[in-house]
């Protein structure tokens, strides 16, 4: 299984209620992809700080990695993914991403 986190820094103007749109039509991709599992994001709930400013996170399992590859190959992810950019601090330095093999 793998495991793609997606950490992310949005501008401070950007809306919960625009945050929260994007991460469900980002979750509705699973309906195109057999592979993926299971797709979890929130603002973060650390007690730590650590955040480093990036104050949202996704979290999505795929099966394999083919299934990781066929979402980032989907035109819908492009295009969303294009959205989170647009939306993150910086662009993409507003963005951390990795990937975790599980198992």
Do not use: W
């Not at 949005?10 to 209620?17: A, G, Q």
């Not at 066929?70 to 507003?94: F, M, Q, R, T």
């Amino acid at each position: 299984m793998i495991r793609h986190i997606v950490l992310v820094n949005f501008k401070p103007d950007t809306s919960e209620k625009t945050i929260q749109n994007l991460f469900d039509r980002l979750a509705a991709l699973r309906d195109q992809l057999p592979g993926m599992r299971d797709f979890d994001a929130s603002p973060s709930i650390s007690p730590e700080g650590l955040e480093q400013g990036f104050r949202h996170g996704i979290c999505i399992d795929f099966v394999d990695e083919a299934a990781r590859d066929a979402y980032l190959a989907l035109p819908d992810h492009k295009a969303l993914g294009a959205e989170l950019v647009s939306l993150a601090e910086g662009g993409i330095k507003g963005l951390l991403v990795f990937d975790l093999k599980i198992g």
